[in-house]
C-alpha cells in the first residue's frame, strides 16, 4: 500500500508563493506522480505530473512558468513550487500516484490510484 501526505499549504498574497510537499511510504513502485487541485464547486483538475523514471515533467497551460514539480528520491518526497500565485489558484491541492496498471493521461485522475488527503491553497487579491 501507499500513503501520500501533503504538507506546505497556507495563505499568501497574490504574487506570492508557497511549496507544497508530499511525503510518499509504502513498498509499491510509483511511476507516475502528479499534483491535482480542486477549487470550490469545480471538478479536480490536474496541475502538474512526473514521469517518475524518465523525469519529464508536465504542467497545465493555467500554470506554465509558474508552477514547478520535483521530486527527492532517496527522501521519497514530490514538491510543487508555487511562485506568482493568483486568487484563482485557491484551491485544496492534492498529491497523487500511479502504479502505471491504468493510463489514461497524466491529467486524468483515472490513471491514479493513490491520493493524498489534501492541503488548502489560499490567495488573497
Known amino acids: 500500500q501507499v500513503q501520500l501526505v501533503e504538507s506546505g499549504g497556507g495563505s499568501v498574497q497574490a504574487g506570492g508563493s508557497l511549496r507544497l510537499s508530499c511525503a510518499v511510504s509504502?513498498?509499491?513502485?510509483?511511476?507516475?506522480m502528479g499534483w491535482f487541485r480542486q477549487a470550490p464547486g469545480k471538478e479536480r483538475e490536474g496541475v502538474a505530473g512526473?514521469?517518475?523514471?524518465?523525469?519529464?515533467?508536465m504542467y497545465a497551460d493555467s500554470v506554465k512558468g509558474r508552477f514547478t514539480i520535483s521530486q527527492d528520491n532517496p527522501k521519497k518526497t514530490l514538491y510543487l513550487q508555487m511562485n506568482s500565485l493568483k486568487p484563482e489558484d485557491t484551491a485544496v491541492y492534492f498529491c497523487?500516484?500511479?502504479?502505471?496498471?491504468?493510463?489514461?493521461?497524466?491529467?486524468?485522475?483515472?490513471?491514479?490510484?493513490?491520493w493524498g488527503q489534501g492541503t488548502q491553497v489560499t490567495v488573497s487579491s
Open positions: 509504502g513498498d509499491t513502485v510509483i511511476t507516475y
Open positions: 512526473i514521469d517518475r523514471d524518465r523525469k519529464i515533467p
Open positions: 497523487t500516484g500511479s502504479n502505471g496498471e491504468k493510463w489514461f493521461g497524466i491529467f486524468d485522475s483515472r490513471t491514479y490510484q493513490y
